[in-house]
């Protein structure tokens, strides 16, 4: 694995643009719920009600609702991988931004086939770590 610094090809997706948008529209409307400006829907979790268990992203609504507001504490309460996500998105969303108000050639991951497994190994036990802390947590 090694990281490369490149100008897009043509057929490339640009990821810094899309999820850029994506990130701001997210925050947008999730800090003008969380500031009162209206009403955010109550959603219902269908594994939580169906099982009594909660799902791996089980209050990260609330999560990131704390975080808005300024209450570190609560939010990693919550569901600290959606603390974790969301901080590693707005080191993404800066990158992004100078890169593209700069015009500056893109980062991108050269990886090959062996990486694939341990990269979804991680993946897979954060999750269940997440999981088992949401359990644990009575939630």
């Known amino acids: 694995m090694r990281l490369e610094r490149r100008r897009l090809t043509a ?8 999820w850029l948008s994506v990130g701001l529209a997210a925050a947008a409307l999730a800090a003008g719920a969380a500031w009162g400006l209206f009403e955010w829907p109550h959603l219902v979790c ?5 099982t009594g268990w909660p ?7 609330r999560a990131l609702f704390a975080l808005l507001r ?3 504490a609560a939010a990693l309460g ?8 969301a901080l590693a998105y707005v080191a993404f969303a800066m990158y992004a931004a100078v890169t593209l ?9 050269a990886s090959g086939q062996g990486l694939l497994l341990p ?3 991680t993946i897979g ?3 269940l770590g997440t999981w088992a802390y949401l359990v644990a947590a009575g939630r």
């Open 101 to 109: 108000a700069c015009d500056l050639p893109r980062l991108r991951i």
């Open 78 to 85: 919550w569901n600290p991988a959606a603390v974790v996500a």
């Open 55 to 61: 799902c791996p992203t089980c209050g990260t609504t």
């Open 70 to 72: 300024g209450d570190l």
């Open 125 to 127: 036990l954060a999750t």
């Open 11 to 18: 057929q490339e997706t640009d990821h810094e643009v899309l």
């Open 46 to 50: 269908p594994l939580k009600e169906v």
């Open 119 to 121: 990269a979804r190994w």
